[in-house]
C-alpha cells in the first residue's frame, strides 16, 4: 500500500453531501435550534465543573495570587484557538470536532492520531472529574456524620506515594499532627487498608459509583439539552457568584503578599490545572448540526463561554488566596476547603452539594461525547463496527458506551488528580495545536468551500520576527539568569522536602546532626524536624546553596545535573525548534496571525508540562499507531473507496 494512502483526505465535499443524505434520512432528530446564547450556556455548562472546584486550587498553591495572569494567558491561547474550531465548524458543519477537521485538512493518519488524542482527553478528563466529585461527595458525607475509611476514598498511587512521604519526613523528626492534611489522609488510608500478601487495598470507589451510575443513564438514552444545560449554568454561577459575595469579606489582603512567591517558575508550573479549567469550550464545536448559524453564532458562543468563565476564575483565585494563604490551597476540594478553614461550615456544605451536582452533570455531558467519537471513527472503518452499533430500544451507541465506562471506571480507582490533569491537559492541547494547524494549512487553498465565517487575517510575515525579537531582548535582558542556566543545563538544587523525603535512617541522622552543628544557638535540638530545619534556610538563596553544600550527603541527592535535568527541558526545547520552523513557514506563507498564536501558545502550554506526561502521551499515541496500521489502515472506507 503506498504511502501517500497515509494522508488520504475526506473532502469538505462529501462530508457536506452525507450531512445532506443524513438529513434526508431524518437523523437530524435534534434539529437546528441552538442560538448564540443557548451555545454560550452549553460553553459555561462545560467549562465550569471540575476546573473550578478542584484543579483551581494545586494551581493557586504553586503560583500564589498571580496564579491569575496565567488565567489570562490560557484565556487568550483558548481563544485563539476558538477562531480556528469556529472556522472549521463554519467549513464542515458536522459533529466530530478536531477529528473530522483533522480529516479535511491533513489526512486518515492525522485524523486517526487525533480522534486516538480525543478518546485519551475524554476519557482522562472525565477521570479527573470523577476523583474530584468523589473529593467533595466524601466531604459532604463527613459533614453529615458519616466518615467512609480512608482506603476508599482515595487512589492506590496518592495513598502509596503519601505513605512513603509521611514516613521518611517523619524519622526526620517531624510529627504526625504536623503533617499536611493530604500526606496524613494518604498515610492513613495505606495503614488502615486490607492487605492481600504484600497489596494494598485502596481503591476510589466512590469515583466507581459515579461512573457506573452516569454510564448506565447514558446507555438507557440520557442526553444533554438546551434547557438542561441553561439550568446547569444557573446553578454553577449562582454558587460561584455566592463564593466570591461572601468570600470577599473575609479577604485578607495580607495573604497576597508575595502575590508571587514562587516567581514565573511557580506561576507556570500550574499550566496543566488552569488550563484544565478552560476544557469544554472546544464541545461546543461538536454542536455545529444542531445550530440555526453556526458561522454566526460558534464564534460569539465560544468567546462569551471563554470571556465570562475567565472573569470568574480570576475573581475566585484573588478571593481563595486572599481568604486562606495560597500554599494551603492543595486539596482536592478548595472552595469547601477555605470556607470550613474559616468555620463557615454552612457555606461549606452549600458548596460540597452544589460541586457534586455540578461535577456529576460535566461527567454526562462528557461520558456522552466519548462515544460518539468512538462511533464517528467506527463509522469511517477506523474502528470495528461494533462501536457504531445502535441500541435498537435506546437508540444509543450502546457497546461504545459501555467500553467507555470501563475505559474511564477502572482507572479512577488507581490514578491521582494531578497525573490524570496533566495527561487530559497535553491531550487537549495537541487537538488545539493541530486544529490551528489546519486552518494554517487550508488558508491558501482556493479549492475548499467556505463558510460564512472566517478568522479575521493578519499577515504575520513581519509580525512573528518582531515578536521573537521582543522575546530574546526579555529574555536574555530581564530574565538573563535563568535563561542561561536553562541553555546551559546548570545544576539546580533540590528543594527541602524533596532532599528529606530522598534519605535513608543513616543519612537522616548525618544530616540532622549538621544542621544542629551549624544552628546550635537557635535551640534546633528543640525542634527536631529536619524538613522545617532545611526548609528555613530557602528564604535566602545563598545562605541555602552554602547549608545544602555542606550536607554529608551524596550530590545525587543535593542537587540535579546532567542527563537527569536536561531530560525536563527537552520539551521547551520542542517547542524552539518548532518555534523556529513556524517562523520560517509564516514568512514564505504569509500565514495567518490568529491560528499561528493560537498554536504558538498551546505548543507553548505543552512545553510546561513535565517530560513524563510527553513520555506517557507519546505512549498511548504509540498504542493508537499500532492499531491504526494493524486494522485502521485496511479497514477504513476510504480505502475500500480506493479499491
Not at 500500500?1 to 494522508?7: G, I, P, Q, R, Y
Not at 471540575?50 to 483551581?56: L, N, Q, Y
Not at 463554519?90 to 493518519?109: D, H, K, R
Not at 446507555?219 to 463564593?243: D, P
Request: neutral net charge; charged residues 15%.
Amino acid at each position: 500500500m503506498a504511502f501517500s494512502s497515509l494522508f488520504r483526505k475526506k473532502t469538505v465535499q462529501d462530508i457536506l453531501k452525507q450531512v445532506e443524505k443524513n438529513n434526508a434520512d431524518g437523523h437530524n432528530a435534534l434539529g437546528k435550534h441552538l442560538t448564540a446564547r443557548d451555545l454560550t450556556a452549553f460553553g459555561i455548562a462545560a467549562i465550569v465543573g471540575a476546573g473550578i472546584f478542584s484543579t483551581i486550587g494545586k494551581a493557586s498553591s504553586d503560583g500564589g495570587p498571580a496564579v491569575i495572569f496565567l488565567f489570562l494567558f490560557t484565556a487568550i491561547a483558548c481563544s485563539f484557538a476558538a477562531f480556528a474550531y469556529a472556522e472549521f465548524a463554519s467549513m464542515v458543519p458536522v459533529s466530530g470536532s478536531a477529528y473530522t477537521y483533522s480529516y479535511v485538512a491533513f489526512g486518515e493518519i492525522i485524523a486517526w492520531i487525533i480522534g486516538w488524542a480525543l478518546i485519551m482527553e475524554y476519557s482522562v478528563g472525565n477521570i479527573t472529574v470523577a476523583i474530584s466529585w468523589s473529593d467533595y461527595f466524601t466531604g459532604l458525607l463527613e459533614s453529615g456524620g458519616l466518615h467512609l475509611p480512608h482506603w476508599v476514598q482515595m487512589d492506590y498511587l496518592t495513598a502509596s506515594k503519601g505513605f512513603d512521604d509521611a514516613t521518611a519526613l517523619m524519622q526526620g523528626g517531624k510529627t504526625y499532627e504536623n503533617l499536611s492534611p493530604a500526606i496524613q489522609d494518604a498515610y492513613l488510608a495505606w495503614t488502615t487498608s486490607p492487605v492481600i500478601g504484600s497489596f494494598h487495598f485502596v481503591a476510589d470507589l466512590p469515583a466507581l459509583l459515579i461512573i457506573v451510575l452516569i454510564t448506565a443513564l447514558i446507555y438507557r438514552g440520557m442526553k444533554e439539552s438546551r434547557n438542561a444545560s441553561n439550568i446547569m449554568v444557573v446553578v454553577k454561577l449562582c454558587i460561584v457568584l455566592l463564593v466570591i459575595a461572601v468570600g470577599v469579606f473575609y479577604v485578607d489582603t495580607a495573604n497576597w503578599d508575595p502575590f508571587a512567591p514562587n516567581g514565573v517558575t511557580g506561576v507556570l508550573k500550574g499550566v496543566s490545572a488552569v488550563f484544565f479549567a478552560y476544557i469544554g469550550f472546544d464541545a461546543i464545536s461538536t454542536t455545529a448540526e444542531e445550530c440555526k448559524d453556526p458561522q454566526r453564532d460558534l464564534p460569539k458562543g465560544m468567546m462569551w463561554a471563554i470571556i465570562i468563565c475567565t472573569l470568574l476564575y480570576i475573581a475566585i483565585a484573588l478571593v481563595l488566596t486572599g481568604m486562606v494563604r495560597y500554599d494551603q490551597l492543595n486539596v482536592g476540594d478548595p472552595l469547601a476547603f477555605v470556607f470550613e478553614k474559616l468555620d463557615l461550615k454552612w457555606m461549606s456544605g452549600i458548596i460540597a452539594v452544589s460541586a457534586v451536582v455540578a461535577m456529576a452533570s460535566v461527567l454526562l455531558v462528557f461520558q456522552m461525547g466519548q462515544p460518539r467519537i468512538w462511533m464517528s471513527m467506527s463509522r469511517d472503518g477506523l474502528l470495528p463496527k461494533r462501536f457504531s452499533k445502535v441500541h435498537p430500544k435506546y437508540k444509543t451507541p450502546s457497546y461504545a458506551t459501555i467500553v467507555t465506562g470501563f475505559v474511564v471506571a477502572v482507572p479512577a480507582l488507581f490514578l491521582n488528580l494531578t497525573m490524570v490533569t496533566d495527561l487530559c491537559s497535553i491531550g487537549t492541547l495537541f487537538a488545539f495545536v493541530l486544529v490551528c494547524a489546519g486552518v494554517l494549512a487550508l488558508q491558501n487553498k482556493t479549492d475548499i468551500p467556505r463558510g460564512k465565517f472566517k478568522t479575521p487575517y493578519v499577515n504575520s510575515k513581519f509580525i512573528m520576527p518582531v515578536l521573537i525579537i521582543i522575546g530574546l531582548v526579555f529574555a536574555f535582558g530581564y530574565n538573563k539568569k535563568a535563561t542561561m542556566d536553562f541553555i546551559t543545563n546548570e545544576t539546580q538544587i533540590n528543594n527541602s522536602a524533596d532532599i528529606i523525603t530522598s534519605l535513608n535512617k543513616e543519612e537522616t541522622q548525618k544530616v540532622y546532626d549538621y544542621l544542629v552543628s551549624i544552628d546550635a544557638k537557635n535551640s534546633t535540638t528543640d525542634t527536631p524536624d529536619l524538613e522545617h530545619l532545611l526548609s528555613q534556610y530557602q528564604q535566602d538563596d545563598a545562605k541555602y546553596s552554602n547549608v545544602i553544600a555542606g550536607l554529608p550527603i551524596a550530590d545525587s541527592i543535593k542537587y540535579e545535573s546532567g542527563f537527569d535535568l536536561f531530560k525536563h527541558k527537552i520539551p521547551m526545547w520542542i517547542f524552539l525548534i518548532v518555534l523556529v520552523g513556524l517562523s520560517v513557514w509564516s514568512f514564505k506563507e504569509n500565514l495567518s496571525l490568529i491560528p499561528l498564536l493560537g498554536l504558538i501558545c498551546c505548543l507553548y502550554m505543552m512545553a510546561e508540562l513535565s517530560v513524563w506526561n510527553w513520555i506517557y502521551f507519546g505512549i498511548w499515541l504509540l498504542i493508537g499507531l499500532v492499531i491504526y496500521f494493524s486494522f485502521s489502515r485496511n479497514n477504513s472506507k476510504l480505502n475500500s473507496k480506493e479499491a
